[in-house]
């Protein structure tokens, strides 16, 4: 397929410059305000500690915004209760990130087995989902009968 040249000239009758979030560190927690509020799928409303902030603040972002926001839905599913604490982000070169949690509570680029994180993504999405299989399967983007087999393959006992 060719790209018709004259076509970039009939789009662009304006152009928005818009910097990268690591020029605009100051943005963030707003941001990560909107992704808790609107975009998260979770029952539970998500909030975020301060210390936490402090890490994504000082984090350079090279995916930008959406690597942002797949930082807070990851650790808004991997977190324990309804806060989001340092630990439970998961960003390359950063202590967060290299930090495991409880036994069998690996991070996301740490020496723990892909079978193991797939265990606790998924107890931490029934979690959340306070054990409603049908919408856990979906936000996990598999079927009911695959969430089952999961269920009985990491021997996963959740209340319904």
């Known amino acids: 397929m060719k790209f018709r ?3 970039l000239y009939r789009l662009n009758v304006i152009t928005i410059d818009v910097p990268p979030l690591q020029a605009r560190k ?5 941001l990560v305000a909107t992704f808790l509020e609107h975009r998260m799928k979770s029952r539970i409303k998500k909030i975020i500690t301060p210390e936490a902030l ?19 839905e990851r650790a808004a599913i991997l977190c324990r209760d309804d806060t989001i604490r340092p630990e439970d982000l998961s960003l390359p070169n950063t202590t967060a990130a290299m ?13 723990v087995p892909l079978k193991e994180i797939e ?10 989902m306070k054990g409603n ?10 079927s009911l ?5 999961k269920l009985q393959q990491y021997q996963i ?3 319904s």
């Open 26 to 30: 100051d943005d963030i927690p707003l």
């Open 133 to 142: 299989k049908a919408e856990s399967a979906k936000i996990l983007g598999i």
């Open 119 to 128: 265990r606790v993504h998924i107890e931490g999405v029934l979690r959340n």
């Open 5 to 7: 040249g004259d076509l």
């Open 54 to 72: 402090a890490i994504l603040g000082g984090y350079d972002w090279p995916g930008n915004i959406r690597e942002l926001e797949n930082v807070i």
């Open 157 to 159: 006992k959740i209340q």
């Open 99 to 111: 930090t495991a949690g409880p036994a069998g509570e690996g991070k996301i680029g740490s020496p």
């Open 145 to 149: 009968k695959t969430l089952y087999t």
